[in-house]
C-alpha cells in the first residue's frame, strides 16, 4: 500500500519559474490538503478538497492553485516562482468522517527558490 | 482564528525517563479535535496520538499518553519510557469536528525533543 506519494522530492526553481507538485493516494480518500512548512515552523494550510472538482483556500493559497480532476490526484501549481515560496511542502489525505480521522502525509517535497 | 501554541522550542529527557511536552490553543468551539503529530529526520509526519474534545477521558497510546484540560485549552503529551527512537519534532495540532467537513489542521510551533543516552 503506497498511501500517499509526492514527486518530485527536492526541486531548486529560477525566480518567476513555474512547477506542478504532484500528490496522489491509493486509499480512495475523499479529503487531500496541501501543507507548506517553513524552516522551524509547524505546517500551514494551504489549499484542501472534499472531492472531486470540489477545492477551497487555507491559511496561505496566495501564489498557489490547486485543482482535483480525480479522487486520486490533488496537483499544486505555483505559477511565478518567489523566493518567499522556497518551503517543504506535504500533502496529505484523509477519510470522509466527523474530523477524529488522522491524516495520511506524503514524505515531503522540498523546493527552493533561486 | 483558531491558534496552537507550544511555548517550548526544545526539551531533552534522559532515556527511560518520562518528559512531557505543552500546548495550549485557542478557540470558541466546543467540538474539536486535538492531536500530536511526531516528525522524525526523516521528515515523516506520524500521528502519536488524538483526542476528542467531547470525551472527558484522556487519550493514551502505549507510552504515549495526554492531558487535556479543556477549560483552560491545555493539551499536554507525556512520554513514558522514553526510548531513542522518540527523538524527533513533536507538533500539536488542532481541528474542528465538522459533519462530512474537510478536518483544517492549525498546527502548533514545534518542540524539538532530544534523547540522551
Known amino acids: 500500500n503506497a498511501g500517499v506519494t509526492q514527486t518530485p522530492k527536492f526541486r531548486i526553481l529560477k525566480i518567476g519559474q513555474s512547477m506542478t507538485l504532484q500528490c496522489t493516494q491509493d486509499?480512495?480518500?475523499?479529503?487531500m490538503y496541501w501543507y507548506r512548512q517553513d524552516p522551524g515552523m509547524g505546517l500551514k494550510l494551504i489549499y484542501y478538497?472534499?472531492?472531486?472538482?470540489?477545492?477551497d483556500k487555507g491559511e496561505v493559497p496566495n501564489g498557489y492553485n490547486v485543482s482535483r480532476s480525480t479522487t486520486e490526484d490533488f496537483p499544486l501549481r505555483l505559477e511565478l516562482a518567489a523566493p518567499s515560496q522556497t518551503s517543504v511542502y506535504f500533502c496529505?489525505?484523509?477519510?470522509?468522517?466527523?474530523?477524529?480521522?488522522?491524516?495520511?502525509f506524503g514524505d515531503g517535497t522540498r523546493l527552493s527558490i533561486l | 482564528a483558531q491558534t496552537v501554541t507550544q511555548s517550548q522550542p526544545e526539551m531533552s529527557v534522559q532515556e527511560a525517563e518520562t518528559v512531557t511536552l505543552s500546548c495550549t490553543y485557542d478557540t470558541s468551539e466546543s467540538d474539536y479535535y486535538l492531536f500530536w503529530y511526531k516528525q522524525p529526520p526523516s521528515r515523516q509526519m506520524i500521528l502519536v496520538i488524538r483526542?476528542?474534545?467531547?470525551?472527558?477521558q484522556n487519550a493514551t497510546e502505549n507510552r504515549f499518553s495526554v492531558n487535556f484540560q479543556k477549560a483552560a485549552k491545555s493539551f499536554s503529551l507525556k512520554i513514558s519510557d522514553s526510548q531513542l527512537g522518540d527523538a524527533a519534532m513533536y507538533f500539536c495540532?488542532?481541528?474542528?469536528?465538522?459533519?462530512?467537513?474537510?478536518?483544517?489542521?492549525?498546527f502548533g510551533q514545534g518542540t524539538r525533543l532530544t534523547i540522551n543516552p
Open positions: 478538497s472534499v472531492g472531486a472538482g470540489i477545492t
Open positions: 483526542q476528542e474534545a467531547y470525551k472527558q
Open positions: 496529505a489525505s484523509s477519510t470522509r468522517d466527523r474530523g477524529n480521522q488522522p491524516q495520511h
Open positions: 495540532a488542532y481541528s474542528l469536528g465538522i459533519i462530512q467537513g474537510a478536518q483544517k489542521l492549525v
Open positions: 486509499m480512495n480518500h475523499n479529503y
